[in-house]
């Protein structure tokens, strides 16, 4: 449909990578959390108030799945601009169907951000939810950001010429 249809499959990559990332997070973030609360909850002869002053200061290094989803969702994003500049162009009548696709892909974008808020909102992840805010946010307007990355990369590919690619056929790369 798409030719080599890196660009579509490349969006609909990142949206599954980024939906699945929150999850993981989402739930290891509860899993943690009731964790250290049953930790704490042990009285002080069974365990030492160091040990659970140690075990309690590790939450720290859970709130890192915002940050990291943060970065990963950057690193993905340069991916796909990056790739979408490189990847010889298609004829330009396909900008049409790579745009009913994107339309397509922001629907699937908006059941898995349904997918997010019911998680979210779950009575048993919700304190986790509220720890990671911007993957709150990101995953609650996932459509909107999967439909303007997906502008973008498509105006960056279908934007240039054949003619415009840097790669030359042979002779000296220096001769203009």
Known sequence: MLGKKGLAASLIAIMLLIFMFGITSLIALTMWNSFNTEIQDISDDTISPEVKEKIDGLTSFMLWGDKLFITIFIAMFLGYIISS???????????????????????????????????????????????????????????????????????????????????????????M
Do not use: R
Request: hydrophobic residues 50%; proline residues 5%; glycine residues 8%.
């Open 85 to 175: 500049v490189t990847l010889p162009p298609e004829k330009s009548i396909m900008l049409i169907l790579y745009l009913i696709y994107l339309i397509f892909i922001s629907i699937f974008a908006m059941i898995l951000s349904n997918g997010w808020e019911y998680f979210s909102t779950n009575p048993n992840l919700i304190v986790a939810a509220q720890s990671l805010t911007f993957t709150d946010f990101f995953l609650k307007y996932l459509p909107i950001i999967t439909f303007f990355t997906g502008i973008i990369g498509g105006l960056l590919f279908y934007a240039k010429n054949k003619d415009d690619i840097g790669v030359s056929k042979g002779g000296d790369p220096f001769d």
